[in-house]
């Protein structure tokens, strides 16, 4: 997990104040892919992977160091790891256990 913070900072590129959602509800709608107001681990999965398929030039499943950007952390990733700590994250997040985030659970960070 310690590896999944760094590379999403990567993946993210440049934060803007701009370039996010200021309400919470809007912020729940880029991950809620079925408008059901809630976000299904799949969802989550799904979202925050766009951005190791975008860098993933080979379209191998992995992420080479020359796939990533310059800097000291460039030890390659596999997309099944990445998305294994997604998904632990996504638990932990999951405060109330019911399988699902609400937009409160997205919004507060991962326990």
Do not use: K, W
């Not at 701009?18 to 309400?23: E, G, L, S």
């Not at 992995?62 to 990445?82: H, I, M, N």
Request: aromatic share 8%.
């Amino acid at each position: 997990m310690r590896h999944l913070l760094p590379l999403l900072a990567l993946l993210c590129g440049p934060v803007h104040a701009n370039d996010y959602p200021t309400a919470v509800s809007a912020y729940l709608a880029l991950f809620d892919r079925d408008g059901d107001g809630r976000i299904a681990p799949q969802e989550y999965v799904d979202y925050l992977s766009a951005g190791f398929h975008a860098m993933d030039a080979n379209d191998d499943g992995v992420l080479e160091a020359d796939e990533l950007p310059p800097g000291s952390r460039r030890v390659p990733r596999s997309l099944a790891a990445f998305q294994a700590d997604l998904r632990a994250q996504f638990r932990r997040s999951d405060r109330n256990h019911d399988g699902f985030l609400s937009a409160r659970e997205l919004a507060q960070p991962p326990g």
